[in-house]
């Protein structure tokens, strides 16, 4: 019986996200035609962009900082917030302000409690408007207190052209972003490997009350299933946004990200932008694996230096004219005390592009060491001396 509950439970889910992608469908918005000389004509959105997410370097856009309504793909900076000042084991009662507001539910009943992880993937996968409020009352008291911190936070990022007033990307004149925002929101999220475990999971169950059966849950981004390497985001809809869409891919170690607002066929659009950025991009390695970086001298020592070894690959993700924009500096002394022990960290080498540290692996000592005995230490002395009265 449990199943079967479970089964019907997953059947209801299902229709519910078909019934909100035929709305999305048949509520398309006026068709738009791309601007001459665009690189990509085929894409309907009316704004797009797509990002390298750690250089933070602009592939392709088209108005991306035009002013426009961001709908659930709001939850993106939501979940940001709530990773960054909530505690993910924190049990969460639903306030009636919660489980009553309107939109995409994940049907939270009144008192109801659930751990705040839970929340987070209700959220981000079947884009849970009750589950945001109950978030936003938990950390900050209020969905409004918590909607200036999530500004705050976007201001903080570089998403200057952005102005949250709920967590959950309900309509409101005062809410708005730009896709360059957004990317920038999302590239930020990448940041945090629990971002991404959450923003890249298909299917999860939670629990659901007092009933001996699970909420399931299906992503509703369908990028997951449909793009290699997709690993996010989050979709969004309502009639004054249209069709929005934030994806992101992983390949080879470079992290894209990109966003389409008001479009007729997000997925479409999203594919074409995603494999156009992959085009443009791709990985070099700047420094290899166990390569030595720098020789230090070793004070009272069996041997008087030591090489640095890098302790990992150091790769960039480089584009057309990027060459040359990559710097590396060295955090490390010119000298050590002895002992030394192999493997030790003794430094670091960042990676630098446009003023940003985008990498860092550490520098660490390619042999040990022993520090010399005091027998050693003098007779070494004496022989110092004795060479020099001799010179």
Partial sequence: MKKIKVFLLAAGFTLCLIGQVFAAETALPEEYTAPPGDLLPAVTARSAVVMEATTGKILYSRNMDERRYPASTTKIMTLIVALEEGSLDDMVAASENASHTEGSTIWLEPGEKMRMLDLLYGMMLVSGNDAT?????????????????MTAKAHEIGAVNTSFVNSSGLPDERHYTTAHDLALIAAYGYGNPMFEQIVSTKERQIPWGKNDYDRVLRNENQMLWLYDGGNGVKTGYTDA?????????????IQLVAVVLDSQYMWNDSIALLNYGFEKIHPVKLAAKNSTIKTVDVISGRKKSLELKLAEDLTVPEADQDQGKFFKVIHSPDQVYAAVRQGDVLGTMDIMYDGKKIASANLVAAESIEKKSFFLAVYQGVARCVQFILA
């Fill in 133 to 149: 409020v109950a978030v936003a009352e938990h950390i900050a008291g209020s969905v409004d207190a918590f909607a200036q911190r």
């Fill in 241 to 253: 946004a249209g069709r929005c869409l934030v994806s992101a891919a992983k390949r080879d170690g």
